[in-house]
Nanobody, 118 residues
Framework: QVQLVESGGGLVQAGGSLRLSCAASGFSGSIFSINAMGWYRQAPGKQREFVADITSRGFTNYANSVKGRFTISRDNAKNTVYLQMSSLKPEDTAVYYC?????????WGQGTQVTVSS
């Protein structure tokens, strides 16, 4: 069973930075056997929305709202995906969820809270 363990959330002032981590386990082979990993977020009263993802081949995608501010990356040795968030805005406040697609099934992390103060 694939498990995703997130860390790095917290409270930060507008304009600051945070780095989220998502460590994957319970899969066979390397992290490249996971078709894609990414990040979604959900603010109170809103639906969960796509933030960024990276495929096993290294292709990345970003939501327009975070382009130029967020960067997704992968560390194969640690089986970990990162989301570097810079120039944070209050509207970035949400619960951030790690996501993985593996063997045609979707897996989710527990979520980590990111709060950006004015």
């Amino acid at each position: 069973q694939v498990q995703l363990v997130e860390s790095g959330g917290g409270l930060v002032q507008a304009g600051g930075s945070l780095r989220l981590s998502c460590a994957a386990s319970g899969f066979s082979g390397s992290i490249f056997s996971i078709n894609a990993m990414g990040w979604y977020r959900q603010a109170p009263g809103k639906q969960r929305e796509f933030v960024a993802d990276i495929t096993s081949r290294g292709f990345t995608n970003y939501a327009n709202s975070v382009k130029g501010r967020f960067t997704i990356s992968r560390d194969n040795a640690k089986n970990t995906v990162y989301l570097q968030m810079s120039s944070l805005k209050p509207e970035d406040t949400a619960v951030y969820y790690c996501n993985a697609l593996y063997r045609m099934s979707t897996y989710w992390g527990q979520g980590t809270q990111v709060t950006v103060s004015s």
